[in-house]
T-cell receptor
């Protein structure tokens, strides 16, 4: 069983919809990362968080340490948000090694 | 400030040849991570290096794979005697300090073994 599970695996939305992607993990962590992988393959770090909530533009990431769960929200989704969103955890004891979820493929239609 | 650079972006090798993948971290970053993404699979950690030191290589296959990050120059991931199963995207990431830190990813090298 993977240490990091994401849902849904695939997500299709209409432009303007509110999007939620979920990430659950089964190990102790020092931080959780949300990454975006573009259709061309490049990877961008969106958030790193260890508690609470962070916001950047239309993106919001939350984490509940007690429940070992994080969510990534996209408000007013746009076709350019279409990408794979990846959750990854840093277990702290493993010196920065990240454990990745399988990713959520998001497609936003105009 | 240039981002993380990787070259080549695409590399084609025949079985049995060597592949050398290079990664130049962001300016001021002394921590480098290599990850592999096999076709239709998620990213997997391979190795974590600081200048002149391998900190964690627990994700590296035991044979044919090696990595270095010399005092001067880029980090190198070397794959000897490549096999078809080595075909994948190899990503390098860098961070400025001790984890947990945001990791900045390079564009990746797509290796195809014929």
């Amino acid at each position: 069983k993977n240490e990091v599970e994401q849902s849904p695996q695939n997500l299709t939305a209409q432009e303007g919809e509110f999007i939620t992607i979920n990430c659950s993990y089964s190990v102790g962590i020092s931080a959780l990362h949300w990454l975006q992988q573009h259709p061309g393959g490049g990877i961008v770090s969106l958030f790193m968080l260890s508690s609470g909530k962070k916001k950047h533009g239309r993106l919001i990431a939350t984490i509940n340490i007690q429940e070992k769960h994080s969510s990534l929200h996209i408000t007013a989704s746009h076709p350019r948000d279409s990408a794979v969103y990846i959750c990854a955890v840093d277990r702290g004891s493993t010196l920065g090694r990240l454990y990745f979820g399988r990713g959520t493929q998001l497609t936003v239609w105009p | 400030n240039a981002g993380v650079m990787q070259n080549p972006r695409h590399l084609v090798r025949r079985r049995g040849q060597e592949a050398r993948l290079r990664c130049s971290p962001m300016k001021g970053h002394s921590h480098v991570y290599w990850y592999r993404q096999l076709p239709e699979e998620g990213l997997k950690f391979m190795v974590y290096l600081q200048k002149e030191n391998i900190i964690d290589e627990s994700g590296m296959p035991k044979e044919r794979f090696s990595a270095e990050f010399p005092k001067e120059g880029p980090s190198i991931l070397r794959i000897q005697q490549v096999v078809r199963g080595d075909s994948a995207a190899y990503f390098c990431a860098s961070s400025p300090g001790t984890p947990p830190e945001t990791q900045y990813f390079g564009p990746g090298t797509r290796l195809l073994v014929l």
